[in-house]
């Protein structure tokens, strides 16, 4: 059975910074890009970054570009956002996700194209 398990989320000052992680079992870690989405109550989910397989390839939104970096450790079979310089507008659920196919080359920012998700975690910016 796969599963993502997020954490990191908390609240923090606009300014801050905040880590979340994404813990992953149940399949080949390593063959899956992962991606990271957020929603606010009464929105659509919205995709925010993206690494590849290998880690080679990442992939942001143009509103995180430059503040948030992804990664991935495939011997811990986990991922990290790390989320500096937060603004208020980035308080939502975060949710991380694994792709259905192995080993795509072109990252997806679209939520069907992912098959698993977590449980989400919860980040709050105060002004």
Same mark, same amino acid.
């Given at each position: 059975?796969?599963q993502?398990?997020?954490?990191?989320?908390?609240?923090?000052?606009?300014?801050g910074?905040?880590?979340?992680?994404?813990?992953?079992?149940?399949?080949?870690?390593?063959?899956?890009?992962?991606?990271?989405f957020?929603q606010?109550?009464g929105?659509?989910?919205?995709?925010v970054?993206?690494?590849?397989?290998?880690?080679?390839?990442t992939?942001?939104?143009?509103s995180?570009?430059?503040?948030?970096?992804?990664?991935?450790?495939?011997?811990?079979? $986990?991922?990290?956002?790390?989320?500096?310089?937060?603004k208020?507008e980035?308080?939502a659920?975060?949710?991380?996700?694994?792709?259905?196919?192995?080993?795509?080359?072109?990252?997806? $920012? $679209?939520?069907?194209?992912?098959?698993?998700?977590?449980?989400?975690?919860?980040? $709050?910016?105060?002004?």
């Amino acid at each position: 059975q796969v599963q993502l398990v997020e954490s990191g989320g908390g609240l923090v000052q606009a300014g801050g910074s905040l880590r979340l992680s994404c813990a992953a079992s149940g399949r080949t870690f390593s063959n899956y890009a992962i991606g990271w989405f957020r929603q606010v109550p009464g929105k659509e989910r919205e995709f925010v970054a993206a690494i590849s397989w290998s880690g080679s390839k990442t992939s942001y939104a143009d509103s995180v570009k430059g503040r948030f970096t992804i990664s991935r450790d495939n011997a811990q079979n $986990t991922v990290y956002l790390q989320m500096n310089s937060l603004k208020p507008e980035d308080t939502a659920a975060y949710y991380c996700a694994s792709d259905r196919a192995t080993r795509r080359m072109l990252l997806s $920012t $679209t939520r069907r194209q992912y098959d698993y998700w977590g449980q989400g975690t919860q980040v $709050t910016v105060s002004s």
